[in-house]
């Protein structure tokens, strides 16, 4: 927004304040096809904001729902390499690998930071991946399996 003065940009500001901070008070009720759940409790002055739907349904996809959990993201102590990588995988191979990654990328932004660097790892070779890269997804999918409830907290104190 551009003015000669900084009257109409104020206004502007104080009614978008006013609007943001009514829509914050008001009681939230998500859309019927959103991926995130928010509960809220004003009186203790917390809100939950987690994907236990989503996440469910993208094991399920995936036939990971019944998998051995594993304790970390990523296999220790291994990393993956571009010269791993297949320059023409095949489409279904490839189709999976991408669906895997891009799935993994919005638990990322929405509840599940902690799943980053793996995200990171992964998302470096959709282009070309190949059965060790698909192994680490797979990997990845095992560890989310075990914490697919987890939500974030945020309260009034922290």
Known sequence: MVSSSHVPISRYLTLCGHAFWTLLKAPMRAPYNTTSEVTRDMDKGTTYLSQTHYAKEFLRTYNFWNATPRLTPMQPNKR???????????????????????????????????????????????????????????????????????????????
Request: net charge positive; hydrophobic share 30%; with cysteine.
């Open 80 to 158: 993956l390499n571009k010269g791993d990588c297949d320059k023409t995988p095949a489409p279904d191979f490839h189709r999976r690998y991408h669906g895997i990654v891009g799935s993994l990328g919005h638990l990322v932004r929405m509840t599940r930071p902690g799943l980053a660097w793996a995200y990171c790892e992964l998302s470096k070779y959709v282009q070309s991946p190949l059965k060790n890269h698909m192994l680490a997804a797979e990997h990845v999918l095992c560890y989310f399996r075990g914490t697919w409830s987890e939500t974030i907290r945020y309260s009034r104190d922290s």
